[in-house]
């Protein structure tokens, strides 16, 4: 299935509860998510990175604004595309086991059990994880749970990928792998992918457009195109390029950052 173009047109959004004071985490945002194309949200703790993501999956409408998909051929407005998660929090079935957590969704979607079971070990063995299928979530390392996390993603062939911080629960060892993998998975894959995260090396390392977003109220302060040569891995952080990228990035997001530590920013 083809990846979809996002559109985010003046976006903004007011948390208006009756017990206190309206806060507004996001206000004016206009970007696009490119179809096929991985985009990195980065930005200080509250400034709306999460609460963008949310609007593109649907769990919370904006005040203010558009948010349009965008067929890439045509430009004509498409339908809510199928869309896959992956969250900090592992969120696996702890009474399944490795295979029926990737198999899970697929089961939900009535797709035929020889088909389920063919597509759910392709994935498992994408995320180097063949020999564990029959292994319980309490059998596996973090690491290892958050690729079965990665692998029921993936395994429903989705049209947008949206990435909430994935890898911020891990050790910093196992993070660095987990990101290799994952930016060769994105890549096959196609799909139209939003990462959140907090680290400038993985923005990089990731994605092909960086949005850096400023302290709450979440507006964007610059939108970046990383042409570092693909595949990436970790000898990338070596490259002159990258070394040059980050400290842009770095201090885009300086000030910002000091500002939110001013005002007392909320979580992101």
Not at 125 to 151: C, H, I, K, N, W
Request: hydrophobic letters at 45%.
């Amino acid at each position: 299935m083809p990846a979809v173009a996002i559109e985010a047109d003046d976006l903004g959004l007011t948390f208006a509860p009756a017990s206190a004071a309206p806060t507004v985490a996001l206000e004016t945002v206009s970007c696009r998510f490119e179809p096929g194309r991985v985009t990195a949200l980065i930005g200080p703790s509250g400034c709306g990175k999460s609460t963008l993501l949310q609007i593109v999956r649907g769990f919370l409408d904006p005040t203010r604004g558009q948010l349009r998909f965008v067929e890439p051929a045509d430009g004509r407005m498409a339908i809510r595309p199928a869309m896959s998660t992956v969250w900090q929090a592992f969120n696996l079935f702890p009474w399944l086991t490795v295979v029926e957590n990737v198999a899970f969704g697929l089961d939900l979607a009535g797709v035929p059990r020889a088909e389920r079971d063919e597509r759910a070990h392709r994935a498992i063995a994408a995320v180097d994880l063949t020999g564990f299928e029959d292994r319980y979530p309490r059998q596996l390392s973090g690491g290892m749970r958050q690729r079965v996390g990665l692998a029921r993603a993936l395994v429903m062939e989705p049209e947008v990928l949206l990435l909430d911080e994935p890898f911020g629960a891990l050790d910093a060892q196992t993070r660095l792998v987990l990101q290799e993998q994952l930016a060769r998975l994105v890549e096959t894959s196609g799909t139209t992918a939003i990462l959140v995260t907090h680290s400038i090396e993985e923005a990089i390392l990731l994605a092909d457009t960086i949005v850096v977003m400023t302290a709450r109220p979440g507006r964007v302060a610059a939108r970046i195109d990383v042409e570092l040569p693909r595949p990436r891995s970790m000898a990338t952080t070596r490259d002159p390029g990258f070394a040059a990228l980050f400290d842009r990035i770095y201090g885009l997001l300086r000030d910002e950052v000091m500002r939110a530590m001013v005002s007392g920013g909320a979580s992101a």
